[in-house]
Each structure stands twice: as C-alpha cells, then as structure tokens.
C-alpha cells in the first residue's frame, strides 16, 4: 500500500485578487516532501504463539537493532492469557533482509493445546528478561504488584527511543507509572511515580537493561527525557568545558507542548545540576518549568505530543521532529529546525547553521540558537478495528549509514569507517536510495480488538520516503561532512570514560509522563497560538498550509499590504 503527494508551498490564506508579487510574500517553502509511503504490516514474533504488545521503540546497539516494548502480553491460540509482562525488548532477527520478524528473548513452553497437542509458548518475566520485566523491579515494586493481583500494579514503560552513548551502548529514561484498573476517578488510571534511568547494551545473548537505582524526582515534575534525549557537543557557551564532556539535551512533554533541559552527561544522574531553558529570557537557569505551565511563552515548544523523538536527519542536515499529538487522528507530524530562523543574536549560530556551515549530528544547543518549521502531516496511518493508533515514533536506524554521530566510534577509528551498517537493503538496496536518511521507517501501535484491559495491539510498520531537496535549497553540508572526515583521524571529543562509569553505577532523579504511551490522548489538542510581538518563540505557530511572514522583513510586507489596499479603495 503506498500514498503519494508532492512538495509544496505552506501558503497564507489570501484573496484571490491580491496581486501575485503579494501571494508571494506570504509563501513559506519546506524543504520536507513525501515522495511515497509504503504500509509494510505488522512486526511478528514466530517463537511466541500469539502476542499483544504496544509502544515499539529501537536503537542500533553493537550490531542489533533493539526494539523495545511497554505491555507485553502472551496468549494462545485461542486467545487465553499465557503471560503478562510489564516490558520487553527483542532484536529484529535480521535487520539487512526482513525488518519484520523479531527474536523474542524469554521464551518458554508454558502449556499445551488441548485441541492440536501443539505446545503454546509465552514470554516470561523471569526467564532471561529480567526481574519484573526486561527493565528490571525493585523488590518493594514487585511484592507490591504481587499483592495487588493485577487488581493494581507499578508499570515501568520504556516510552521513548534509547539514546547512545557509543556504539556499543545506549540510556534510556523509563517512566515508572502506578497503574489501577479500577479507579473510582477514571483520571486516575495512570498516576506518574517518576522517571528512571536505564544502561542498555547488546550482545549474541540478548539485549541487557541496566537500572541506575530508584527513582528521585517525583511525577509532579516534567518528564525531561521522556520524549526524546539527544547526545551534544558541550555548550559553546561554556568556555570553561574540559573535553571529551558531552551536554545532554532532555525533551520532555507537558499538556501545552515540551519543555527543554540541559545536563552534562557526567551529571546526567543528579537532577540538582540540571539547567533549563527559560523561553522568555533565551537562556538556561535552575528554575525548573512548572509541570501545568500554560503560558506558551513559557515553554519551549508550544503544542500537544503524546509520543514521538528527536534525531539527526543526514538528508535534510539538520535536526528532525516526527510525533503524534493528541488529535486521536492516528496521523504522524513533522517539524524541521529552520537553521534560517535564527533565536536570539549569537555570532556562532548565525542564519545558516553554526559559524553559517550547517550543523553536525552533535550540535543540539542548535535546538535553542534556531526555530522549529511549522507542522506537516507526514502520514496518517491506517486505524486498526479497535480504534485510533498511538505510540507513533521514528527509527532513523534504518537506510542511513549515518545513524551514530562520528565521535561516538572508538578513538582513531579511520574515516572511512566511521558509518553503520546499511540496514534494511532488501526493501531498499544502499546503490538505488538516493542517500542516507532519504527513506525512514515508521511504526506505531494499532489496536486490532478495543476495550479496557482486554484489547489486543499489535506495532505496525512503514516505510516512508522523502523527495529529493532541490540543488541550492536545502541546508549547509559542510558541518557535518567536516565531522565525518576528522573525527576518528584527529581524535575529535569523545565521551569521557566517567560518563558511562556513572551511568552504571549511580541514580538519576528526573520526572516522568503521566500515562502510557505519553500523555493520555485527548479528542481535541490545543490550539497554536502565534508568536506575541517582542517575545521570541522557539517555533511557527502556524499549521501546514497556513504558512508564516519569512525571507522578507515584516515592517515591508506590512507598507506592501498597506499599499495595495490604499490602492483599491482608491479606485473603488
């Protein structure tokens, strides 16, 4: 199944009798284009009989494609619960020829079909998952749940794609959520306990979760991290920096859009020293963002987001956003940072990217230096009968060479070898993709039976590819080539053997999302509201094809506007 539709302009509504030259003005051209989208079903798991999963998240870790998965439930054939597990992870089994098919780890024959003798086969927590899950529990989390029968239970939910620290392993902030089944409140479902700080690694045995200890901000606070982490240069604000440090830069959503914060990776662990970003003020300070901010000119990202992630798109050289919001309307969004919308005035991030060179993989302080682009439909994905799909993310892994950033390769690694395998080449041969990052896979949770703890879901997959950005209008590649070439030869910055020391060995204290999938999805989002004359805003406040003032200067618009409409009342 594919769709097509072309590139086109985000244009202001206007009237038809205004002059062109004048149309024109208010035009905003998008780099982003959907050459086709190709439905390519559901993820399978032939060693487990039968399986209801949902959230679907991955990284490349040592060679693996990790996936990792919120509620897990087994059943047989005809549809009776085998096992239930609170999260799980599995590598595709061969990511270069069927993307689809997974291994699951923990499997065991658990019974035998009274009708066929057939044995069933289930994912178990405590067969080679982990304690609780394959994210492990805390012993007072599992007697707890223990206890309570299902009736109620602690949930830890992985909610977001990992975040690597180098090839060979990655971190991930897990929400743990407390769960009731029956609340006499239904708002009261899922209540945020907070966030937790997960180590991630792969091997021949089977992927390995690591928990930094419990958790120590509540989930009355942000759930920084739970929508997307991105590794970075440290601050060229920091004069002060000792390399090989690395910045981490932590979205996390609220119910009116995603607030941002910053942390030294070596920090990562003490909430304390985190810093985050002040919207009016155009800087970071340690006053935290209050979790029911509703001011947009207090947060980062004015919107509504119930899933989704950050990443480097070698295709479009700059940073990418694709989500879902709240609309229930199962359809994917997409927001591009405007390396020609400056924030501010800084002579290192001017109009073009950082010293007007573009920006490298590692460049996130960009995220507070430019503008996101206004939000387009990227692909409305097919409902399943239960209803409306959730848990929309990207995995950037696939057809792209350049999924790891160039420092995180050991040191002196050549050049030449600073790029990942190419991933997924039976769908799309590597000769005929038209470059890294031109096709990117997509899934989502669709619900193939509706109803409250008794639904079945499945993670459906697509593969989307983008059209070509015509010569001359896209952004600068000489960053990020730069990056590539002297990286692994020049000994380039790379992360600090403390920082993957205190990832395994200390706590984090950070906040969490309030319910599964993110926040619970709601049958109307918030309205954007534009930019308020003389405070900046991180973002167009316009949706697709209602376009934004750009490439002119406003006050010449306006004497234009003036102008044409001085003229007609003349004549009339």
């Known amino acids: 199944m594919a769709s097509t539709h072309v ?3 985000q244009a202001s509504p206007v009237i038809p009798s205004i002059c062109f030259a004048l149309f024109a003005f208010t035009l905003a051209w998008s780099p982003i284009a959907i050459k086709n989208v190709t439905l390519l079903g559901p993820q399978l798991s032939p060693a487990v009989t039968d399986v209801s999963r949902d959230g679907g998240y991955s990284a490349l870790i040592n060679g693996q494609v990790v996936w990792l998965y919120d509620d897990t439930e087994c059943m047989d054939r005809a549809g009776k619960q085998l096992s239930f597990v609170s999260n799980t992870a599995a590598y595709v089994q061969n990511p270069h020829k069927n993307i689809s098919i997974l ?9 035998t079909d009274e009708k066929t003798g057939a044995k069933n086969y289930a994912i178990l927590a405590d067969k080679a998952v982990g304690t609780g899950g394959w994210i492990p529990f805390q012993q007072d989390e599992l007697d707890f749940n223990k206890q309570a029968r299902g009736v109620q239970r602690v949930a830890i939910w992985p909610g977001t794609s990992p975040t690597s620290l180098s090839t060979t392993q990655a971190f991930l902030f897990a929400p743990l959520v407390y769960v009731d089944s029956r609340p006499q409140d239904p708002s009261k479902e899922y209540n945020a306990r907070g966030m937790t700080l997960i180590s991630i690694t792969a091997d021949r045995s089977g992927p390995h979760a690591r928990r930094q200890g419990d958790i120590t901000i509540p989930g009355t606070e942000v759930a920084f991290g739970g929508f997307s982490s991105i590794l970075s240069f440290t ?6 920096s000792v390399l090989p440090n690395r910045d981490v830069y932590m979205l996390g959503m609220t119910l009116a859009g995603l607030q941002l914060a910053r942390a030294a990776i070596n920090e990562i662990t003490q909430f304390s020293k985190y810093q985050f970003w002040d919207p009016q003020f155009l800087k970071f300070s340690s006053t935290r963002p209050r979790l029911n901010e509703k001011d947009i000119r207090k947060i980062y990202l004015p919107g509504t987001f119930s899933s989704g992630s950050v990443f480097y798109s070698p295709f479009f050289n700059t940073f990418v956003m694709i989500y879902f919001n709240k609309m229930v309307d199962s359809t994917f969004r997409i927001r591009y940072l405007d390396l020609n919308r400056t924030v501010g005035t800084d002579h290192i991030w001017p109009k073009g990217g950082k010293n007007g060179k573009g920006i490298a993989p590692e460049d996130a302080e960009a995220l507070v230096k430019y503008a996101w682009s206004s939000e387009q439909e990227l692909y409305k994905s097919p409902p399943g009968k239960g209803g409306f799909n959730y848990a929309g993310v990207a995995h950037p892994e696939f057809w792209n060479r350049r999924y790891f950033a160039p ?3 050991p040191d002196n690694t050549s050049p030449k070898s600073l790029f990942n395998d190419w991933l997924g080449g039976t769908l799309v041969e590597e000769k005929d993709s038209g470059g890294d990052g ?3 896979l997509l899934s989502w949770t669709s619900q193939v039976r509706g109803g409250l703890n008794t639904g079945i879901y499945q993670v459906q997959l697509a593969k989307v590819e983008f059209e070509d950005v015509p010569v001359g209008r896209g952004f600068s590649t000489e960053a990020m080539e730069n990056d590539y070439a002297s990286s692994g030869a020049q000994g380039m910055p790379t992360l600090a053997p403390t920082s993957t020391v205190a990832l395994s060995t200390l ?7 309030s319910s599964k999938g993110g926040q619970k999805p709601e049958s109307t989002a918030l309205t954007d509201i534009g930019t308020i004359d003389g405070l900046p805003s991180m973002y167009n406040p316009l949706p697709r094809w209602e376009g ?6 406003r006050t010449l618009s306006i004497v234009l506007l ?11």
């Open 438 to 440: 031109k096709h990117l």
């Open 407 to 409: 420092s995180l390769y």
């Open 103 to 111: 291994r699951d780890f923990g499997v065991e024959s658990v019974s």
């Open 562 to 572: 003036t102008s044409f409409v001085a003229a007609v009342v003349a004549v009339v």
């Open 507 to 513: 706590a984090t204290r950070v906040a969490s999302s």
């Open 7 to 9: 590139r086109g302009w």
């Open 548 to 553: 934004k003032w750009r490439y002119l200067n």
């Open 235 to 240: 601050s060229t604000a920091n004069v002060t």
